[in-house]
């Protein structure tokens, strides 16, 4: 199980956390690599938005 909670913060900043339930021992190194990345290409990719 996954669960995720997106807060906003003031100042424009967003606060997203996640919580992983049942992963084996063996994947949760890779899990982690995983969501990492796919943070880093969100990061990326909301460049390109100017603030509201």
């Keep these: ?3 995720k909670k997106l807060v906003v913060i003031l100042h424009r ?3 997203l956390s996640e919580h992983h ?3 084996p021992e063996e994947a ?3 899990c ?3 969501w990492n990345e796919s943070f880093d290409k969100l990061e ?3 460049k390109c938005f100017k603030p509201l």
């Design 21 to 23: 339930e049942g992963i």
């Design 13 to 15: 900043a967003t606060k």
């Design 44 to 46: 990326s990719n909301m």
């Design 1 to 3: 199980m996954v669960s």
């Design 32 to 34: 982690g690599r995983g």
């Design 28 to 30: 949760h190194d890779d």
